[in-house]
């Protein structure tokens, strides 16, 4: 009869040594889990730097095309003998190299 508890006793034994061999096996880790988890948090990817790129340049061409249009219109009126059209093209042509000298760096 005591061999019939015996098993099952060391069956039990056996798994729950494994259950706490995992759960030690998680406290160790847990710190290196942790600190990798803030360093990707902390950093950025490629890709998102590249998402970032790519919305700063839209924006930015989609500003410039703006500028362009208005651009085109004062000169068209400034050709057309009007004084003021003339100096706000000149002015709108500065803004569109302000906002070209502001682009960003092309990635290398």
């Known amino acids: 009869m005591r061999g019939i508890f015996t098993i099952p006793l060391t069956l039990a034994t056996l798994a729950l040594s494994g259950c706490i061999a ?7 880790t847990l710190p290196v889990r942790a600190a ?14 590249d998402e970032k790129r790519g919305r700063e340049l839209r924006e930015a061409e989609k500003e410039i095309g703006k ?3 208005r651009y085109s219109d004062e000169r068209e009126d400034c050709m057309d003998g009007d ?8 002015a709108t042509y500065q803004e569109i190299q302000a906002l070209l000298g502001r682009m960003p760096p092309p990635n290398r």
Do not use: F
Request: charged share 30%; glycine share 0%; with cysteine.
């Open 22 to 28: 995992k759960t030690a096996l998680d406290v160790a």
């Open 36 to 49: 990798s988890s803030a360093v990707d948090l902390a950093t950025t990817s490629q890709s998102e730097k």
């Open 83 to 90: 004084k003021n059209a003339c100096l706000d093209a000149r």
């Open 67 to 69: 500028l362009e249009r």
